[in-house]
């Protein structure tokens, strides 16, 4: 198999990652840039999927940068394997497949090209920017993004990337926090909304114990959690 081959966009205010321009190349396509053309073939994909999406929210995201680096220790071969879930899981799309939409720090566009040069891409995937050290979409805000997907035929987001913070401090209510997290809100206003196992720091687990039928402060981890 081919691999593709990834190219950034002189466009300065709204970068475009792109394969070579050849019929039997995949794309991976800046979502405020589709043609007519391929905005049927993601609705029309979206379908075939039931409506589901992945939503990868800045995996390449340095932890030296994060505001949330001080809390816990940083798990680096946990961070690796989130890291390591997205080429896999692009290289092994199917038509039927949940289509991945990776959302992108629009200054640090080019991790993308870094990080994913050597990926085979299985079918076109798509990234969209967002405002620096933040989950919004960097054009039209989370209204614009809402409308869009809603188009698309989208009705339950999977989510998976960094970060997923939940601190449970001995005296307070536990909090979430983090891109991710924040994501995670503004998506639920609209989607249904699924926790994938692809989470950085804390896990699918961890955000269900938050959220359970109880309250969170009835679900607060166990000793051997963390």
């Given at each position: ?83 390591a879930s997205l080429p896999i899981l692009l290289s092994t799309q199917s038509?039927?497949?949940?289509p991945i939409l990776v959302f992108q720090d629009t200054d640090r566009t ?117």
């Amino acid at each position: 198999m081919s691999r593709e081959t990834f190219k950034q966009s002189d466009t300065p205010r709204d970068p475009k990652i792109e394969t070579e321009k050849e019929p039997s190349k995949r794309e991976f396509c800046n979502l405020n840039e589709l043609s007519e053309e391929q905005f049927t073939a993601l609705r029309n994909r979206i379908e075939k999927a039931k409506g589901r999406i992945i939503a990868f929210i800045h995996p390449y995201y340095p932890q030296e940068d994060s505001i949330w680096t001080d809390v816990g220790d940083v798990r680096q071969e946990d961070l690796e394997k989130m890291r390591a879930s997205l080429p896999i899981l692009l290289s092994t799309q199917s038509e039927n497949s949940p289509p991945i939409l990776v959302f992108q720090d629009t200054d640090r566009t080019n991790e993308l090209q870094i990080n994913l040069k050597e990926t085979a891409l299985k079918e076109d995937s798509y990234f969209i920017p967002t405002l620096p050290h933040d989950p919004t979409p960097s054009s039209g805000g989370w209204d614009s993004l809402l409308h869009k997907l809603k188009n698309l035929g989208v009705n339950e987001v999977i989510m998976a990337g960094m970060n997923l913070v939940i601190e449970w401090p001995d005296d307070t209510d536990p909090k979430v926090g983090g891109c991710l997290a924040s994501a995670a809100e503004e998506l639920s206003k609209v989607f249904k909304v699924n926790i994938s196992k692809f989470t950085y720091p804390n896990t699918k687990e961890d955000y269900a114990r938050f959220h359970g039928p109880k309250g969170p402060e009835d679900h607060k981890p166990r000793k051997s959690d963390h």
